[in-house]
């Protein structure tokens, strides 16, 4: 099921999402096709639980064929070196800009089955799950831009 993404000034994108304990897992996998059908409807990259309505640490990021689907992700290692590059965000609609993010990060966070598992990511990947991390603790690409950016459309 497709559903309506939040957008900023919605107060639910600026508090930090709950945390999911290993026994609300099972309420939780319905969520995940939900999210990833709404992602892509809205030709996204990646989403947060928050920008469908739920206030939960639950993120979704686009692969082929394969979305990452990670619980409770958790950043323990950023790297020193900081690159810029453009984005925009599913719930600030015609906002782009240059976000500065770190370009390599480990990540540790529990699978949809309760798995814990240690990501470590760079680039495009790193960018995005730092995107999506931010949406669990309420922050929002407009509060890290740096330059905007004018464009006609949207990106992805
Ligand atoms: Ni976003």
Redesign the pocket.
Known sequence: MIHPITKVGDDILQKKAQRVAPDELSNLAPLIPDMIETMRHAKGI?I?AP?IGKSIQLIVVERKDDPLVLVNPRITFSSRNIEEDEEG????PGIFGMVPRSKKIRVKAMTPEGKIVSLKTKGLLARILQ??ID?LNGT??IDRITQYIKRDGPKK
């Open positions: 990646g947060a920008q965000c599913l719930s600030v995107h999506e949406h929002l690409i």
